[in-house]
């Protein structure tokens, strides 16, 4: 019955999967012409050892990340540990004292909180470096409130934060032209402010990136959608070459940036995880259309609907109880290539209020563009999952899931009639 469904559910979505594939084919050919134009050679992909000068390597995928992103500059590193880092760096690196953050997209990811950190927590985040900090809740229908941005920004506002993923919320995540208006508007408001966003989540799902429309900074992790699945470890910046420099100094030291860092053995799976990423990502929103469009044909909520435009990997999905959400993690889990054999249950995970069930069969550790669920369990029970790093693997995880949905008669999923 499973198989019947899902096989109505690929001829209901063909035309987005072609859609999708026009997308992922542009970007590919995006990134390729972006090696050919500086001449990648095997030889680039030999890392450097101690201080890492003169690594061309290095240099070069540099290069090559800021004409794919349509930027002046870039730093891709395998020192940013996480995009947390990365961001925490690109902030660090354009703030000072007495300057002002403001996010105009409501409460920015869970992680960059205690970057933002209090005044006097003694902990070294922004606030307690005396750097100001703001936000503007979106409004009820997930837009911008321009009214209430346009009477926050002040004289010492000098960083506009935006974060273009819904990250873990129920609303709409930021599509490339509403940042390229959100752009146009603060620049209006505030000419010399400096645009930042956090990308998590958000590359290759389009055509354009956000630095193709203005935005002076942007941040990734290469455990996500740039590193193709295959970069170990690593983040990137790209943007213009006084905030790319000023995050390279944060990153390093000031005088030192993006001159050194030895590269060790990370250099070819960065080139080739790029070279990958157009496609990986592609697979994955297929994964996350297919799911969307299967959970909607059983009644469930989910977020974006599978017909709705994409602009970042996320798929979330509402269910009515906390044993659904339960069985769904555990489905997911019980598809992956990579520790399927073990079931994934809820747990008191640090920095979060309720516990978080999560299923990662994942070869990166952490790794998001690989199949992925999280959910906290608290209502309104929202699943999150994202990533796949082929789209059979995602209609797996899609079809387990439900498989043990339906086993615990959590769901009926009705004979198929055509
Ligand atoms: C994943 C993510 C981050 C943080 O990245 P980590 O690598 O988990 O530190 C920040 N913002 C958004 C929107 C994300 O999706």
Redesign the pocket.
Known sequence: MLHNWAQETEQQVHDIFRKLDGISERNQWKVIRAFQKHRVSDYHFNGSTGYGYNDRGREILDLVYADVFGAEAALVRPHFV????T?SCALFGLLRPGDELLYITGR??D??HKVIGKPGDGKGSLQDFGIGYREVELQKDGSVDWEEVASQINERTKVIGI???R?YDWRSSFTVSEIADMVKRVKGLKPDVLVFV?N??GEFTEELEPTEVGVDLMAG?L??NPGGGIAPTGGYVAGTHKAVELTAFRLTAPGIGGEVGATLDTLRAMYQGLFLAPHMVGQALKGSVFAAAMFEKLGFDSNPRWDAPRTDLIQAVKFTDPEQLIAFVQGVQRAAAVDAHVVPEPWDMPGYEHPVIMAAGTFMQ?G?LELSADAPIREPYIAYMQGGLTYAHVKFGVLNALSALAERKLIVIKPYIT
């Open positions: 996480s995009g947390t880092h961001i920015p990811y992680t960059l974060q273009r993923s990250g956090d998590c989540y992790s455990i996500k952490g998001s």
